[in-house]
């Protein structure tokens, strides 16, 4: 499987890699455009753009848009996320130039009819809505926003119902106009695909763009604090979180691993400690999330009124007791866990694509495969337990909860306990 890389006049930047055997392709556009690129007035926009670009152009209709990739068995799609929006399509091979035109289409050429945005005004009116009525889904948005308050990072992807309900047309054209550059574009496929083809097609398409100066974001910090959402619910849903490394960090691969050993699967120590000895709670698990300048450690879990202070208490136990007692066999449990969560996943077009645009948004350049294993298998048990030692002397801590909180403990206690 070879990578290829290029870069069109105008910055677009194009990578591929070809799949030999399969006989489909996962094609896309990301743009580091996302939810930490907008301003405080525009919070919510970025996924709204997304919505739109489905929605209508100058070439198709809404139903044309879906009948050109699904007439060919094909599937398109798009997401938001805090650094990145991503439009991409599998389809067959023959298909790849198709499908190329109809990202580009959607992507370059939206039209942004007025009755078309108050249809999808509503839709994602009700999106919120529906997030809003998922606890386990609107907790993380808090803790987001208690972890780096007032600040782009912070917010939610989805912005809130009285910001979606004000978006103009002349709103979604300036963000476009302002974070849409070539620049911020970033095509990758991967599958059965020729590279010098899509790099035709795509010079084609996206070369008449002009190049433009990438605007900065605001760095993120993270303050922490606490949100408690009293609410009649059947469980209290907790979390909490701890600032980790960024993308770029060299102690990145150690925070994986570290939270997988914490609580990353069936056999790590919060579901063991927790769930399995004593029955505190049906989920529970901790992930590392990073951005290109932070990152989180967060821990998870749902249980009873009367037992969120034992839970709780036992959860931040566990943090202060990885930093002494972490095993040689768990960290060797977890770099396993990772290396095949990552080679499992380049078995897929889709997955395969996505990686590409990341490493190239993160690194511009694709590193090696065994680059990549050679940094997970270079982490130590020594390296785990002293970042699990940074991690509980930390002085600042984000926690979110919401359901029957009236016996959760507070953050302050948390970390105290912790320090202890």
Known sequence: MTVQIHTLSNGLRIVTEHMPGLMSASVGVWITAGGRHERAEQNGIAHFLEHMAFKGTKRRSALQIAEAIEDVGGYINAYTSREMTAYYARVLEPDVPLALDVIADIVLNPVFDPQEIEIERGVILQEIGQVLDTPDDIVFDWLQEVAYPDQPIGR??????????AFSKSDLAGFVKERYAPGEMILAAAGAVDHDAIVKTAEKLFGDLAPRKSKPFVPAVFSGGERREARELEQVHFTLAFEAPGYRDPAFFTSQIYASALGGGMSSRLFQE?????????????????????????????????QIGELAELTVDELGRAAADMAPEEVARARAQMKAGLLMGLESPSSRAERLARLIAIWDRVPDLDETIARIDAVTTGDVRDFAAQLAGQKA???????????????????ARLAA
């Open 156 to 165: 939610s992807i989805l912005g809130p119902a009285e910001r979606v309900s």
């Open 274 to 306: 927790v769930r399995e000895k004593r029955g505190l709670c049906y989920s529970i698990f901790a992930q590392a999330g990073a951005y290109e300048d932070t990152g989180m450690i967060t821990v998870y879990a749902g249980t009873s009124a009367g």
């Open 397 to 415: 801590a984000a926690m979110a909860l919401y359901g029957p909180v009236k016996n959760a403990p507070t953050l302050d206690a948390l970390t």
